[in-house]
């Protein structure tokens, strides 16, 4: 459905989306209110503590479906030659070259060498973040990711790397996008027609396929919205400093009817699904976060921290119109629990694909919002009891576990999708003048 016609005159931008969210009880500009004003700034705040904004993740998983192609990872153009900041960074922190290593490579189209992923951290901070890592292991129902503490895992300051333009597009993300969205494809439910013949048929796979959908579908569109909302332009020549723009016409191309066949208003709403069914997924585990210590060793940021997780968690009960995820996986328990499973096998597999994404940043980025968006679905669809109880000393206890990854994976994607929509409302500012 177009949704400009319905707006005033004047005020026609595609971006108006005043209609509901779809599959939720509320329309789109009341989650617009709620994020801008109230979550969306404490988040954003939130996101800079220590406990969030290291992120601990293996960049070095080959890509399981096809030949590695990624350009950083290639003989040409491998991190030590093409990006200057190398994982070892870790432990030393890499100097960035003037040039000289690099003048005589080929210059490498699609690597970020003008953002390279920065990988450093200080030796303080990284004894520091081994000791607040030391609890509970869990496996990741949604997700494949490595064992916290095997030897390849990394972490990575997440502030130090914002999501936004880096230049990676052509054939390698074309095909990770590709490859995402086939992953959509569920085996068709079978069912018996009156003759006893076996027809392929869509019912009951409908909303869990559609929800599935919506999610790679709202990802794609947030990693959009960053790269618009910070875009590059190299400096003219190639002389000096490129600079940082926000690019409207993309934004507009990128999701208007008229250059997407119609798709890019439901393309949009489709971020304020995945925001509202990680919004959901945060009050469900509300419980457990409200007995985390979200421990780093230093008092008084914790406590701050603390406060701030409370004050979210107050402002996401605040909204009355949650997701419902009590729709989902409903009819004959057994046929559920199959479609279920079918569910967390496909999104395991989009986990999987973001190792074939072929620029660092791209990759970091794309494999910490799938492990959010995969601990949400963890929190909503996890085969338990959904309700929690509290131990004889009075300890809630919900009866799952979350690394503190996981926990840092949630808010840094819910974080993601609540600045691409508050992105949206500035593009929609300059798109009505
Ligand atoms: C996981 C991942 C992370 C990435 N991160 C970054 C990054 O941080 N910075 C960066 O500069 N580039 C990043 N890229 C590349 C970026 O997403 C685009 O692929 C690139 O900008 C080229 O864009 P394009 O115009 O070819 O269209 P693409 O964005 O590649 O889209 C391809 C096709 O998918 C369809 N499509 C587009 N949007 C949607 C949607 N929301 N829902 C459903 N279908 C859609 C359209 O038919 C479109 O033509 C990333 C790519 C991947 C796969």
Known sequence: AMVGAQLPPGKSCFCKLAEAVDECACAVDSVDGFNNNKMFPVLQALLQKDFFRYYKVNMERPCPFWPDDRECGSKECGIEHCDDEVPEGLRKPPARPNGSQHAAKEPCEDSNNFDPLDMTISSAKKEKLQDMDLHDE????????????SASMHYVDLARNPERYTGYKGNSAQKVWQSIYQENCFKPD???DKNFLLHPTTTGLCLEKRVFFRLISALHTAITISIAAHNYKPAPHGFGEGTWYRNVDMFKARFSPETTWGEGPQRLKNLYFVYLLELRALVKAAPYLQNEMFYTGDDVEDSETRQAVERIIDIANSFKDHFDETMMFTGIESHARELREEFRQHFMNI????DCVGCDKCRLWGKLQTHGMGTALKILFSDIPSSHYRTPNGVVQLPFQLTRNEVVALFQSLGRYASSI???AEFRRILDV
């Open 138 to 149: 869990n496996e990741d129902k949604f997700c494949d990711v490595d064992d916290e503490h």
């Open 190 to 192: 079978m069912k018996f």
């Open 351 to 354: 986990s999987r694909i973001m």
């Open 422 to 424: 508050r992105e949206v």
